[in-house]
């Protein structure tokens, strides 16, 4: 079993390469508020429908301060093509060790169409300026998430 983070805790630091091939990493978003989430695989109807909502809330996120990344296993070509053929306008991150993934717990068992699988547990972590986790979501679906994120966010559309 991976440990969960708790708000109140340093989020991992972390370096991957993103959608073109450059390192970013949580150092250098210091200073900035960071929506931070994972998603199984890119190109994938949920993952679609997750990132196209982050996409479509994008404005109003900016305005409030928050910086989206996105975090999968793929390859930075297959995320390239991802942000290409959906019109994302926020950084995917390549993790394909699943290091990260591991780090924030968010890889481990779960269960799919009814069977114990191991794998990419959907999950988005809110980082403020100093690098602390300020919320910790675990086993979000897909569908609404960003709405119910806003909510807890106290943003409006």
């Not at 390469?17 to 994972?38: N, P, T, W």
């Not at 068992?109 to 986790?133: A, L, P």
Request: glycine fraction near 8%.
């Amino acid at each position: 079993m991976t440990t969960r983070l708790e708000p109140g805790t340093p989020a991992p630091d972390f370096s991957l390469l993103d959608q073109d091939g450059r390192a970013v990493s949580l150092a250098d978003l210091r200073g900035q508020k960071v929506i931070l989430y994972f998603y199984p695989a890119a190109m994938t109807p949920g993952c679609t429908t997750q990132a196209c909502d982050f996409r479509d809330s994008i404005s109003s996120l900016q305005a409030a301060g928050y910086t989206v990344v996105g975090i999968s296993r793929d390859e930075p070509e297959k995320l390239r093509a991802f942000r290409e053929r959906d019109g994302l306008t926020f950084t995917l991150l390549s993790d394909p060790d699943h290091a990260v993934h591991l780090a924030y717990g968010v890889w481990g068992e779960k269960m799919n169409y009814g069977k114990v699988v191991e794998g990419v547990i959907r999950s988005t972590f809110v980082i403020d300026e100093q690098g602390t986790i300020s919320a910790a979501q675990y086993n979000v679906k897909a569908t609404g998430h960003v709405a119910r994120l806003r909510k807890i966010l106290g943003i409006d559309a």
